[in-house]
């Protein structure tokens, strides 16, 4: 099997679409079976009082803030266009097997949420988190393409500081 930034540029592109596509199905198939199998104002504890699975509706943008409706689905998709652009035209061609799953794991979270917004209008959360947050896996997702596009560009300007 050849290792992925060796693939030809189709392949890659195939395998890339697949998790795409994999990782948006796994974060709406929870989400869908959440709102079918928990009743509103009902929780499931997971670990103790610390994290418990409870159905909530955002229909702001992260943390609940107070931007609904089409100014959100506008906003959601340029900023989707704006991510493929800048993955395409600077990020691609390093053919970086980081980069490539931070970005796919950055789209599934924008994809996701763009489906929800522009057709159910909001999103779904339902991983409760005490002290912190209430999240699906799409922000599991961004939480995690993001922190390794940090180790990317950090190790990167390691590099180019001290070891050249």
């Not at 610390?50 to 100014?71: C, H, K, M, Q």
Request: aromatic residues 18%; glycine residues 2%; hydrophobic residues 55%.
């Amino acid at each position: 099997m050849w290792p992925i930034n060796t693939l030809p540029s189709m392949m890659r592109i195939f395998y890339l679409i697949v998790l795409l596509v994999l990782l948006m199905v796994a974060d709406l198939v929870t989400k869908y079976l959440v709102s079918e199998n928990i009743p509103p104002d009902t929780y499931v504890p997971i670990i103790w009082e610390f994290l418990w699975i409870e159905r909530a509706y955002n229909s702001g943008i992260a943390f609940s803030l107070p931007l609904e409706g089409i100014p959100l689905q506008v906003l959601t998709i340029a900023l989707i266009a704006a991510i493929i652009y800048f993955y395409v035209q600077d990020e691609y061609k390093k053919k970086s097997h980081l980069l490539d799953i931070a970005y796919i794991l950055i789209l599934a979270w924008a994809f996701s949420h763009a489906y929800e917004r522009i057709f159910i209008w909001h999103v779904i959360d339902f991983i409760f988190v005490k002290y912190f947050a209430i999240l699906n896996f799409a922000d599991i997702f961004i939480s995690v393409g993001v922190f390794m596009l940090a180790i990317h560009y950090l190790s990167h300007e390691y590099h180019r500081k001290f070891r050249s």
